[in-house]
């Protein structure tokens, strides 16, 4: 059951991420909930019982000040402050929603069904901020309580980060949406349920028809709002999807872990050199595994898509009182952000649900269609280029020119330092066997602080430039080489850096790594001389133990 482990921790984990996506829309819920009425009697909008006026308001100011609190907890970095402001706003979430459900029953006890009754938007906007209010509620609570458990006294770094991106660029769009909404439905004499439908609609480019400007203000205030409202969707959209990844490849290292062959399986099976036989089999193993987990990646994909597309259906078929198949083809129409018009939602509950359930539907089918492309070229790609024979002869020349096994350049990087060694004693014409000894030693160890200069200069250059330019762990790196490099300058040896990266940024990449394998295979071999060791010490030191023909 280590699957369900893995899932409960990702859970807790992305519940404050979770709960910054959610928050905005419960609090833009409260405006209708209590600005619009609640009922209508015979088609006549009635006055909402001062009770639940009261309530709706209380309820409105606990999620602004909710969600004030959820913001000063992404934003502080002292611990107590952030512990502070984690229960606080955990527990005005929850008064909140306490608040909404007693908002519900008040409603419900002053209010009977009868003849000619029916339910208004502000009802099921209070319904939509009292369900959302809930499940940010139990994210909020489920993390607290693992937090105690572990007794973590402050969120990780990047967790931390991460939410205070999410949750400032989730308030400017609903902001927006909010203002949207409140200057559409002045204008257009619209509801502000209908505003913020509207404006839903047409960040997401849907254009059902249903609503549109009919004022000369309204015609032209549409455009820097559709403009505003789409990039911040996109921007927004882009930030679940890098967070999502990131999570994603962090889960698979931990899921797909490549398993360690034995060298003895290696050598009764192969007789080519140790490092190819490796080198072949994790290609092999990583090639399997790419295309298991693109079929993964591509069925949790669809199996989500599903699961929203059904859900939808269930609910605009309660809604909207249309048959299932209706709103199964309504769900995949405005999924897809076509919006033929035929079908739209009327009623107050189906035009309440559309506004969030449009926000995290469409990307979700965006995300399947971009997966099931990239899944189906990837593969189709994958298949053709494995089937040719310039590929296998490619693969074949850069097995033979780069990976070379490390006994062999254990053996290269001897016979080049006693070339050296025996230049040093040329020049030694007439010493003593003992001031022998001490040139051989200083020789060495110069040569081997040399090639621990060389040997940190390439690995950090690899690692630098494979990395995202600007990113934290780039940034560390980058400075931490510039400082060494001043330092170096003390004792003359920063010109020789510098000039060896120099060197090798103009290098292929598998120049570079063949050519830090030579230098760390020179460095082994210099503390091999300068420890003494005998010949099995000197043998495991030198890693050539294992394969000793391949040298």
């Known amino acids: 059951m280590t699957w369900l482990k893995d899932a409960r921790k990702s859970i807790i984990n992305g519940a404050p991420l979770m709960s910054a996506l959610i928050a905005p829309f419960a609090t833009l819920y409260d405006i209708p909930a209590l600005t619009q009425p609640w009922y209508t009697l015979n088609g006549i909008k009635i006055q909402d019982p001062q009770a639940s006026l009261i309530l709706s308001a209380i309820s409105l100011a606990c999620s602004v000040a909710a969600n004030s609190l959820l913001a000063l907890r992404f934003t502080v970095r002292s611990p107590d402050r952030w512990r502070h402001a984690s229960t606080a706003s955990t527990g005005i979430w929850l008064l909140k929603t306490t608040l909404g459900v007693a908002n519900l029953i008040t409603f419900g ?128 959209i882009s930030l679940i999807v890098s967070v999502s990844t990131r999570n994603m490849a962090k889960y698979r290292r931990q899921l797909h872990a490549i398993e360690e062959a034995t060298v003895a399986d290696l050598v009764k099976r192969d007789n080519e050199p140790y490092l190819q036989a490796e080198a072949r089999r994790l290609h092999h193993i990583t090639t399997q595994q790419r295309g298991a987990q693109d079929l993964v990646d591509l069925g949790a994909s669809f199996a989500v898509l599903v699961v929203f597309w059904l859900v939808s259906a269930a609910i605009y078929h309660a809604a909207e009182g249309w048959p299932f198949g209706d709103a199964l083809y309504f769900s995949y129409i405005f999924f897809l952000s076509i919006g033929y018009g035929d079908y739209s939602p009327s ?9 969030f359930w449009a926000l995290v539907a469409v990307p979700i089918m965006t995300n399947f269609v971009v997966t099931a492309i990239q899944s189906l070229v990837t593969h189709f790609s994958r298949f053709l280029t494995s089937k040719t024979s310039e590929k296998r002869e490619e693969w074949e020349e850069v097995m033979a020119d780069y990976f070379v096994p490390h006994p062999a350049l254990i053996s290269q990087a001897k016979e080049r330092l006693d070339v050296l060694l025996q230049e040093d004693l040329d020049v030694c014409e007439r010493c003593s066997s003992r001031e022998d000894l001490i040139v051989v030693s200083r020789s060495d160890l110069r040569a081997a602080l040399d090639e621990s200069l060389i040997l940190e200069s390439r690995g950090r250059s690899i690692l630098v430039d494979q990395m995202k330019a600007g990113s934290t762990a780039w940034l560390l790196l980058q400075a931490d080489r510039n400082i060494q490099e001043r330092y170096l300058s003390d004792v003359g040896r920063k010109d020789e850096v510098k000039e060896a990266r120099q060197e090798a940024a103009d290098e292929d990449i598998l120049d570079r790594i063949a050519a830090y394998r030579q230098s760390w295979a020179r460095w082994l071999v210099l503390g091999g001389r300068l420890m003494k060791l005998d010949e099995k010490g000197l043998s495991a030191w030198e890693r050539r133990e294992l394969r000793e023909r391949d040298a």
């Open 347 to 355: 009623s107050p509950a189906g035009k309440t649900v559309f506004v």
């Open 109 to 236: 006890a002053t209010r009977r069904n009868g003849a000619g009754f029916a339910y208004d938007e502000g009802f099921f906007c209070c319904i939509m901020s009292t369900v959302l209010s809930g499940i940010l509620t139990s994210l909020l609570l489920t993390h607290m309580i693992d937090m105690l458990v572990r007794q973590r006294q402050h969120a990780p770094g990047q967790l931390h980060l991460d939410g205070r991106v999410f949750l400032l660029a989730e308030l400017a769009l609903v902001a927006l949406i909010a203002l949207e909404a409140l200057i559409f439905s002045r204008i257009e004499h619209w509801s502000y349920l209908d505003g913020l439908y509207f404006s839903v609609v047409t960040l997401l480019t849907i254009g059902f028809g249903d609503f549109s400007p009919s004022t000369t203000a309204g015609k032209i205030l549409v455009f820097p709002f559709a403009i505003a409202g789409i990039a911040l969707l996109a921007n927004q």
